[in-house]
């Protein structure tokens, strides 16, 4: 009798759950087309990732809504670029606001529902075979889920470096309260405050 076959997101040779799964991206999908947002970018929320870098110390920050097959930056800062495009370096030059879901770290949290902070991605065998750490050069991640008035984790507030970074208890609290913040934004924006 042959073995059953794993999920898609299971791989066999490291034995680790790479990507999440993630059962309530179609519901998500929904949530954010009622709020029309995920599909373009919001200069706002470009403006909320230069201040998120700002206040954290880090060089990349993103506003980034997740569904079933991509996540989206609607808002984006990278240094020098004022938040048109990504440019993490030689490997991977301007992947634009678009990223597959199983790239990064975003999905792990939208789907834990809590913070992440890896102060360097190299010491979580878990997170360290992530394909941006190859092709992007990420090396530190800190992010935050966004979750809505009807309880959805619509996506993250983020920021990234090619280098390790000691965000500490401070760091924590900082992502978690920009990401508490977002969302009031969100919802005056909902609520036709925009």
Not at 15 to 23: F, I, K, N, S, V
Not at 38 to 62: C, K
Not at 146 to 164: F, K, N, P, Y
């Amino acid at each position: 009798m042959a073995a059953p076959t794993p999920p898609p997101s299971y791989d066999p040779t490291g034995h680790l759950l790479l990507t999440p799964e993630d059962g309530q991206a179609p519901a998500r999908r929904v949530r954010l087309n009622e709020l029309g947002l995920g599909d373009n970018p919001v200069p706002e929320f470009d403006d909320f990732a230069r201040e998120l870098a700002r206040v954290t110390g880090a060089p990349y920050a993103m506003v980034n809504f997740i569904d079933e097959h991509r996540q989206y930056f609607a808002g984006l800062y990278t240094p020098g670029s004022g938040g048109s495009g990504v440019e993490f370096g030689p490997v991977a030059p301007e992947p634009g606001r678009v990223m597959a879901r199983d790239h990064g770290y975003c999905p792990h949290v939208v789907v834990r529902r809590k913070a992440l902070v890896l102060e360097d991605v190299c010491d979580y065998p878990r997170f360290a075979g992530n394909p941006v750490v190859d092709e992007i050069g990420i090396r530190s991640y800190m992010g935050a889920p966004l979750i809505d008035r009807t309880g959805m984790a619509l996506g993250t507030v983020c920021v990234v470096a090619q280098e390790a970074r000691p965000w500490g208890r401070q760091g924590l609290e900082t992502i978690k309260a920009m990401a508490a913040e977002l969302v009031d934004r969100i919802h005056h924006r909902e609520a036709g405050g925009l």
